[in-house]
């Protein structure tokens, strides 16, 4: 599945979707999710500085953080997630 089209039409997702990088990654995205983030009306990108394609493992509260978090202006008025300083 990760290595073939998606059944789905990303521009009728409604839904806020956090899109989350490593300035670093060098084995996903080359645009670090930037034509993803533009082709999902309530995409959130965020690029974190210094970190890699790991996110998960080295940044896990940052992650675990956008996943509860909705953007003020869209739903419940919470918080985005920090970007850990590197």
């Keep these: 599945m990760a290595m073939s089209p ?3 039409e990303w521009t009728s997702l409604r839904c806020p979707v956090h899109i989350l ?6 084995s996903h995205s080359p645009d670090l ?6 082709r999902i009306p309530e995409a959130h990108r965020r690029v ?5 394609g790991a996110l998960l493992w080295s940044h896990t509260a ?3 953080e956008a ?4 953007d003020a202006g869209i739903a419940g ?10």
């Excluded at 990088?21 to 060098?26: K, L, V, Y």
């Excluded at 974190?48 to 890699?52: E, F, I, P, S």
């Excluded at 008025?77 to 590197?86: D, E, M, N, V, Y």
């Design 6 to 8: 998606w059944p789905l």
């Design 21 to 26: 990088f490593g300035a670093e990654d060098r």
């Design 33 to 38: 999710g930037e034509h993803l983030g533009q």
């Design 48 to 52: 974190v500085d210094g970190a890699g």
């Design 62 to 64: 940052f992650v675990l």
């Design 67 to 70: 996943c509860l978090a909705t």
């Design 77 to 86: 008025g919470r918080a985005q997630p920090r970007i850990p300083s590197s």
